[in-house]
Every structure is written in C-alpha cells, then in structure tokens.
C-alpha cells in the first residue's frame, strides 16, 4: 500500500506455496513537505513480502532497491526465480516522477535468506 498516494502500486505472484508481493513500502521522503504526485509521495523502498501460507501472513520481507519505485510487475521464471520489472529514477533532479525501468532476476531462496 502506497499511504502517500491513495493506492497500491504493488504485484504479486504465486509458485509451489510460495506467494512473493512487491510493493514501494515509502516513506515520502520529504516528510516536512506537502504530499504531491511526483517526489514527495510513498512510492520509495521497493519491498518484496513473502508468503508460504496463502498470503494469511508474511514470514520475511527484504528491500530490493531504496529510492524512487513506481508500479511493479512480478512474475515466476522458475520455482527459485523471480523476475521483476519497476518504474525507477536516478534522481529527483533529472525527470518528474518515473522515468526509467529497472528489471532483475532474482533468487529467492538467496534473497530472502540473507
């Protein structure tokens, strides 16, 4: 959930028992400042949950990347890996929002683990 923004900007995907939900966790970055749509918002932190119960509770949760993320796309590649595909931003000074994709593989039997 996206408290900033009103919504949720988050995927999920499920394999074998093992639900995955990718979400930006926030905070707005500029707490002091009014909310807005482009930086100061909750769309930071992109999380991925994990589940092994049908989602009823989360057992681990890991930040893939700090920073600006927007919505996210999650999908199985096999039983271990995890593709995902999100909105980023270098910076706030070089574009208004997203304005750039990230996308990464990973291994969640590596990921959560550690």
Avoid: K
């Amino acid at each position: 959930m996206d408290p900033d923004g009103n919504g949720v900007y988050g995927s999920a995907a499920a394999r074998n028992g093992v639900l995955v939900f990718a979400v930006a966790a926030g905070p707005a970055p500029y707490p002091d400042e009014p909310m807005d749509q482009m930086w100061n918002n909750g769309r930071y932190n992109l999380t991925l949950h994990r589940s092994r119960d049908g989602g009823r509770t989360f057992d681990a949760q890991r930040r893939l990347q700090p920073g600006y993320s927007g919505y996210v796309s999650i999908d199985w590649v096999t039983d271990e890996l995890l593709a995902v595909l999100w909105e980023t931003s270098p910076t706030p000074s070089t574009c208004t929002g997203a304005c750039a994709l990230s996308f990464t593989v990973i291994n969640t039997t590596e990921f959560f683990s550690s």
